[in-house]
């Protein structure tokens, strides 16, 4: 069974940083690639960033997140992580951890097979 469990989020304030981490389990992680997406109140789910699988470098960003967010992977613990800096109100959303079968940096959520539950991120201004 595929479990993607997400941590890290919280209440910060604007300008400030989270971490989020996403451990993998019931599949071979290093050999999908992965990504984050939120969603915010009253909006579609959105992409945030991608990571390659293997030990590729190969990410995918958001504009409107390039520059503050960074996306990681080790494979020798089955996480990602999502380094989030000079955080926006317009950031607060649940965050989601997805995983992809097919090699690529996809932002496409129909390319992601298996999804986690999401951990709440709110920025306040």
């Known amino acids: 069974q595929v479990q993607l469990v997400e941590s890290g989020g919280g209440l910060v304030q604007a300008g400030g940083s989270l971490r989020l981490s996403c451990s993998a389990s019931g599949l071979p992680f290093s050999a999908y690639s992965m990504g984050w997406f939120r969603q915010a109140p009253g909006k579609e789910r959105e992409f945030v960033a991608s990571?390659?699988?293997?030990?590729?470098?190969?990410?995918n960003y958001a504009d409107s997140v390039k520059g503050r967010f960074t996306i990681s992977r080790d494979n020798a613990k089955n996480t990602v992580s999502l380094q989030m800096i000079g955080l926006k109100p317009e950031d607060t959303a649940v965050y989601y951890c997805a995983a992809a079968a097919r090699m690529g940096v996809s932002p496409l959520s129909k390319n992601y097979e298996y999804w986690g539950q999401g951990t709440q991120v709110t920025v306040s201004s």
């Open positions: 990571i390659i699988s293997w030990g590729g470098r190969a990410t």
